[in-house]
């Protein structure tokens, strides 16, 4: 059973859960480090032998031109992550769909490629603007992965399906993140801050059943900033944004290692029909 591998591709200071301690107009000032950490990602899949998708910021690949073609020509798959961590909860239709095309636009020069996936910025797309799947087809995008079926203080569409399904009328195939359900409650799996929160052996142990029991493929995301435990620490943000933010990356590079040998991963668009059309 094959898994799709993800990374969003953001550097430590866009995050959300920093946006009210770093604005934009400073990011120009901020070290960066997603170049050196994405290289090390690449190095960790090709000694893993794997391929993944690099869901990338457009103002990141505009920056980092050369880091995204060294994406692409290792043979990952180059997709769109919008153009500066915008949730979309804070757009406006007109804003959002004038958004993921100038990022899509620009990814595919720089890439040199088509780009046919979309993730939005916090999993911002649920019950609330479904319209954004909408907008996603209706600019050429085939597949999205903006949902996560969690109640969750910031994110989430407990009610969406656990798996990929139909959307915009067939136009578009939306893939929610991993979750487990238990006692009737639907959980994450699909990585990120809940992957450094749980032991490892839980993480395993949910996508295994996703894999042996439910029958279906799992989908994983990380960041480059939670391999990298010595980035500076931000100032000025909330007690509850630290503590998701760095708990346990010194932690994360070795239990994704470990995780990159203990199931078989490939690319969103290999792991999953990208036709909306073919699910059922």
């Excluded at 969750?152 to 487990?180: K, N, Q």
């Excluded at 995780?259 to 668009?269: G, K, N, Y």
Aim: charged share 25%; aromatic share 12%; net charge neutral.
């Amino acid at each position: 059973m094959r898994n799709a591998m993800t990374v969003d591709v953001e550097d430590y200071y866009q995050v959300s859960a920093f946006e009210s301690a770093v604005s934009r107009s400073e990011w120009d000032d901020m070290p960066c480090r997603v170049e050196a950490n994405v290289d090390r990602i690449l190095a960790l899949f090709d000694t893993a032998g794997i391929k993944a998708t690099f869901f990338t910021l457009g103002c990141v690949a505009s920056k980092h031109p050369e880091m995204v073609r060294r994406i692409v020509a290792q043979g990952h798959e180059l997709a769109s992550h919008g153009w500066s961590h915008v949730r979309v909860t804070q757009q406006a239709r007109s804003e959002f769909g004038a958004d993921i095309r100038r990022t899509k636009a620009t990814l595919e020069e720089i890439g040199g490629c088509a780009v046919q996936g979309y993730r939005a910025a916090s999993y911002s797309i649920g019950g609330a603007n479904l319209w954004a799947l909408d907008e996603l087809a209706d600019a050429g995008y085939r597949y999205s992965s903006s949902i996560v079926p969690i109640r969750h203080d910031l994110y989430g569409m407990p009610e969406a399906p656990r798996f990929p399904f139909a959307a915009a009328e067939g136009r578009l195939l939306e893939i929610p993140v991993s979750t487990v359900t238990l006692a009737g409650r639907n959980f994450s799996c699909g990585g990120g801050g809940w992957f450094r929160l749980y032991p490892y052996a839980l993480s395993r142990w949910c996508l295994r059943r996703i894999n042996e029991v439910e029958g279906e493929s799992g989908i994983f995301y990380f960041h480059p900033w939670e391999i990298d435990p010595a980035q500076p620490r931000i100032a000025g943000s909330s007690a509850r944004a630290r503590f998701r933010h760095y708990l346990n990356l010194h932690r994360m590079e070795s239990r994704l290692k470990q995780l990159l040998s203990d199931f078989t991963w490939d690319r969103v668009d290999r792991v999953y029909p990208v036709d909306a059309g073919a699910v059922a």
